[in-house]
């Protein structure tokens, strides 16, 4: 079955960076398109960023352009969110997901990981 696991999140200071990555099993990784969302306490999932099958497309929510980038390495069936320029409000627990159901902008993903949190102080 597919798998989808986050990793590298963690406490970091405002102004600073991270580099989320999610590794992918079960499935034909370089076949499907990936998004990250996130979610804060008391709110919704919320999109952040997606790239296309090959890379060649990529996508990002307001709030994070070019501070976010998201990338995928089909050989390591890996897709990475490196952050930067981090702020307070950028705390959440950040999903990966994978086979968007339609639009890569809303949570409608087939596959999801477990989650990796990132906490942003000031």
């Known amino acids: 079955q597919v798998q989808l696991v986050e990793s590298g999140g963690g406490l970091v200071q405002a102004g600073g960076s991270l580099r989320l990555s999610c590794a992918a099993s079960?499935?034909?990784?370089?076949?499907?398109?990936m998004g990250w969302f996130r979610q804060a306490p008391g709110k919704e999932r919320e999109f952040v960023a997606a790239?296309?099958?090959?890379?060649?497309?990529?996508y990002y929510e307001d709030s994070v352009k070019g501070r976010f980038t998201i990338s995928r390495d089909n050989a390591k069936n890996t897709v990475y969110l490196q952050m930067s320029s981090l702020k307070p409000e950028d705390t959440a627990v950040y999903y990966c997901?994978?086979?968007?159901?339609?639009?890569?902008?809303?949570?409608?993903?087939?596959?999801w990981g477990q989650g990796t949190q990132v906490t942003v102080s000031s």
């Open positions: 997901a994978q086979d968007p159901v339609g639009s890569y902008y809303n949570p409608e993903y087939n596959y």
């Open positions: 079960g499935r034909t990784f370089s076949s499907y398109a």
């Open positions: 790239i296309s099958w090959n890379g060649g497309s990529t």
